[in-house]
């Protein structure tokens, strides 16, 4: 169903007659956390033709509250179309580029689930009762950091385990029972084959990025995770990706029971809330357009992206050198100052990341108020996600993108992805003067 046709058939839908209902088994006995003293009249959203509510699907009260302190109101197309199948216990196989809301759609299920029916009767630690794989650290510590977010008034317990951090701090939160256990594939091995952790009691399995871990080389060691877990007929899976290619749908039909498939397009209309400029200019001027750029006041949270290392770390000190607040994100930097760079830019510390696309996947950080393309992605899809790094939430965003000789073949392909043209201009008087 694209979009407009999804928009059309909730617009003819009495609010009142479109909540689902998941299939129950024992209820739990109280949500936790408080929601008692919280009503859900504090958390009023007006019906709208053609837009789903939160509302309209009969969430336990406290994953509301959760909700309502997240900001959120109406569900997105990717939330609201999977939501109507997952709140039912289906499958689900869903296609949906980054900012579209996809993490929120598959963690606000899982949260619903537990919230409704009691954990098995003797449920060990270290067996999730559900495994959410990613293909980035980056992207399992965001997800983890969402799921205890829109869980923070419920018992519920999330942890996570991923490279590149400490061994021993997860472990230990592997010796308590767990609801939601996020992972990347290399490090869930490693305690799966020490038997630290136990999947034969996972429920719901979701697979974040799957196109992303088939590129990155990761299916064989999914394929091997997932044959720990309970077979497709005994247990609930997602699968997102960006695009449906033939592998992908191949995986999707041996991993998924009669699935339902959700798709947003990448479409132009799908970054209305960007303003998206392309400034023509020479491979020799980009350093001085970027400098000047980035002093402006309005640039105020700026990731600025470049093809390579190498190039990255060549604009950290040109900005660095021009006395602009600016780190690196890339493979080249550790793990822990990553994680540490992230949250000062998200806290606003630092002004500027330069960053590869390690960052253009998968890292949710609200408020960027612009995206930089220092130079053009040479897979059309990045450019998508590059920029879907702004824009987030209803918020207006701005992309601008340097256009030399180099990138001049990328453009007609991006432009042929997105099936719309990018206005082409030269950079505004005086900033390559």
């Known amino acids: 169903m694209s979009e407009s046709d999804n928009t059309q058939a909730q617009a003819t839908a009495p ?26 009249k ?31 109101e109406y569900c997105t197309p990717i939330q609201a179309q999977a939501l109507m199948q997952t709140l039912l216990g289906g499958d689900v196989v869903g296609k949906a580029q980054t900012g579209t809301g996809k993490t929120a759609a598959f963690l606000i299920s899982l949260l619903a689930y ?49 490279g590149g951090m400490d061994y021993q701090t997860q472990r230990t939160a592997l010796g308590k029972t767990l609801d939601i256990l996020v992972a990347t594939p290399g490090r869930l091995l490693d305690f799966q084959q020490k038997r630290d952790i136990d999947l034969s009691q996972v429920e ?25 877990t309970p077979k497709r007929e005994e247990r609930q899976t ?6 449906f290619t033939p592998d992908i749908l191949s995986l999707s039909e041996q991993w998924t029971q009669n699935p339902s498939h959700v798709e947003i397009e990448v479409t132009h209309e799908n ?66 100052q990553r994680i540490s760079t992230l949250e000062k830019f998200r806290d606003g510390e630092i002004q500027v990341l330069v960053a590869t696309d390690v960052a253009g996947r998968g ?3 609200e408020d960027v108020s612009h995206v930089v ?38 453009l007609p392909e991006i432009e042929t992805y997105i099936n719309g043209k990018l206005p082409c201009e030269h950079p505004p008087e005086g900033l390559i003067d």
């Open 363 to 365: 890292i949710h950080i």
């Open 271 to 336: 970054a209305a809330n960007i303003d998206q400029r392309v400034y023509l200019v020479s491979d020799a001027e980009k350093r001085k357009l970027l400098v000047n750029l980035l002093k402006q006041e309005s640039m105020e949270r700026v990731i600025v992206f470049g093809n390579r290392r190498d190039l990255v770390r060549e604009l950290d000190q040109l900005l660095r050198e021009a006395g602009i607040s600016v780190a690196m994100l890339s493979g080249d930097v550790p793990q822990n």
């Open 238 to 243: 997602f699968l997102f990706s960006a695009t």
């Open 42 to 72: 504090q958390f009023k959203v007006e019906p709208v033709a053609g837009r789903w509510r939160f509302h309209d699907f009969d969430l336990p009260l406290s994953l509301m509250r959760a909700i309502q302190a997240e900001g959120f």
């Open 15 to 40: 609010a009142q007659n479109r909540r689902p209902k998941r299939r129950r088994r024992k209820p739990r006995k109280t949500q936790s956390g408080g929601a008692s003293q919280w009503s859900l």
């Open 114 to 162: 537990f919230l409704e029916e009691e954990a098995p009767d003797g449920q060990k630690p270290g067996a999730p009762r559900s495994l959410i794989i990613a293909p980035t650290r980056e992207l399992a510590l965001q997800i983890e950091k969402d799921a205890k977010s829109l869980a923070r008034f419920t018992s519920l317990n999330v942890a996570s385990v991923v």
């Open 204 to 228: 719901v399995l979701v697979l974040d990025e799957a196109d992303r871990m088939l590129s990155m080389g990761f299916i064989p060691d999914v394929k091997r995770i997932i044959r720990y």
């Open 373 to 410: 393309n220092f130079t053009l992605p040479e897979d059309p899809e990045d450019y998508v996600h590059r920029i879907g790094r702004t824009g987030r939430a209803g918020a207006k965003g701005v992309s601008i993108s340097f256009v030399g000789e180099e990138d001049a073949f990328s």
